[in-house]
């Protein structure tokens, strides 16, 4: 962990103990003129309330931290390989998607072949609802060598 996040932790649990420490005080403990906690005022509600505010804070600015740590191994899962791949079937699944100017669009499956540079053929899924390439052409694709089933179209050329 980096040193912010170690840091909004133990100020996050520091936060979360004071509030359980009042919550069972206020339950449990009779005579409330003898707390152990600091910040005590005349009303005793304004100190709760702003270490209630900084806890939720604090709680989001953990939730933000560990959604970028998570969004950030994901884009390093993500980098995905280019290939060329043949074309070895195409099939129609029967399914379509309305576009922005309410068409249909039927969507084909390409079936494809590549040659992944780690190992041996594969063969993988390319979704397509334009125009099809006939059995035997090659074709631009990107994958991810973890899940090599699942093709995505390249673009760019593949060199």
């Known amino acids: 962990m980096k040193r ?7 100020v996050w649990g520091v936060l979360s103990a004071w509030l359980g420490i009042w919550m069972i005080e206020k339950l449990f403990l009779p005579d409330q003129s003898r707390s152990i906690l600091p910040l005590r005022d005349d009303t005793d509600l304004i100190a709760p309330l702003v270490i209630g505010v900084l806890w939720g804070f604090t709680s989001m600015i953990l939730g933000v931290l560990a959604a970028t740590r998570r969004n950030r191994a994901g884009l390093e899962d993500a980098q995905l390989a280019h290939a060329v791949g043949t074309v070895v079937e195409t099939h129609d699944p029967g399914i379509s998607h309305w576009d922005f100017d309410d068409r249909s669009h039927p969507v084909t499956f390409l079936i494809i072949q590549i040659d992944a540079r780690d190992g041996g053929p594969l063969l993988g899924l390319l979704p397509v609802d334009g125009d099809l390439p006939d059995v035997g052409d090659t074709v631009p694709v990107r994958y991810a060598p973890g ?6 179209p390249a673009y760019e050329q593949v060199l």
């Open 4 to 10: 912010a996040e170690i840091i909004t932790a133990l």
């Open 147 to 152: 899940a090599p089933g699942v093709l995505y």
